[in-house]
């Protein structure tokens, strides 16, 4: 049973761009989470999703950021226009039920040039 | 609101030395308590967890907890540590009811030398 699956490991982009970070569950997990970590900090929750629905974006930043767990394939963190500051690791997890442990994955490094 | 602060930064320790890494927590409702480690370049891995029940917890890699509720801590412990120990580790709350929405704190390095 494969773990969460995150792609790209690194992702590279300039200022302006959009990045688009993708997160497979572990088979059966329904309950998607995102968390960033910035340079020297620990984990800030920023959106927790189930399947086709957003159940709770509150430490998403207002604009730029969204994110979607379709019915089919994995989630997807979006982030259009990136500047510097989004520069980080975007971690995913998963679980099967909403208080079952959580799943991490192995991250997305975004560099913004 | 809950906020957890991990009151080291980095501990550096020898080779079979116990260590413990320390952690408090605020919040004015019931938390669950977790400590995960992070190994460089991978995600994080889950230690242990305090739900319920007895206030010492023990995890996986020889590593225990303590629950304390009147000091509102939560403190790491190894007696004997190892190289494959280096890592970060990172305390974290989160509510008993609803969404595994894991407040973190700031993260310890723990550093092993031989």
Redesign the interface.
């Given at each position: 049973n494969a773990g969460?699956m995150?792609n790209p490991r690194h992702l590279v982009r300039r200022r302006g761009q959009e990045a688009r970070l993708r997160c497979s569950p572990m088979k059966g997990h329904s309950?998607v989470?995102w968390?960033r970590q910035l340079p020297?900090?620990?984990?800030?929750?920023m959106v927790?999703l189930q399947k086709e629905n957003i159940?709770?974006e509150?430490?998403m930043p207002k604009e730029r950021f969204s994110a979607e767990f379709p019915k089919e394939g994995p989630s997807i963190l979006r982030i259009q226009q990136v500047v510097r500051g989004d520069s980080a690791a975007y971690?995913c997890?998963s679980?099967r039920e909403?208080?079952s442990?959580?799943h991490?994955?192995?991250?997305t490094r975004l560099t913004v040039t | 609101a809950q906020s957890v602060t991990q009151l080291d930064s980095q501990v550096p320790v020898f080779e079979e030395a116990p260590v413990e890494l320390r952690c408090n927590y605020s919040s004015s409702v019931s938390v669950y308590l977790f400590w995960y480690v992070q190994y460089p370049n991978q995600g994080l891995q889950l230690l242990l967890k305090y739900l319920s029940g007895s206030t010492l917890v023990k995890g996986i890699n020889g590593f225990e907890a303590e629950f304390n509720k009147s000091q509102t801590s939560f403190h790491l412990r190894k007696p004997s540590v190892h190289i494959s120990d280096t890592a970060e580790y990172f305390c974290a709350v989160s509510l008993t009811q609803g969404a595994q929405k894991l407040v973190f704190g700031q993260g310890t390095r723990l550093t092993i030398n031989p």
């Open positions: 969460v995150q309950h989470y968390y020297e900090e620990g984990l800030k929750f927790y159940i709770d509150s430490g971690f997890a679980s909403l208080t442990p959580l991490f994955g192995n991250g | -």
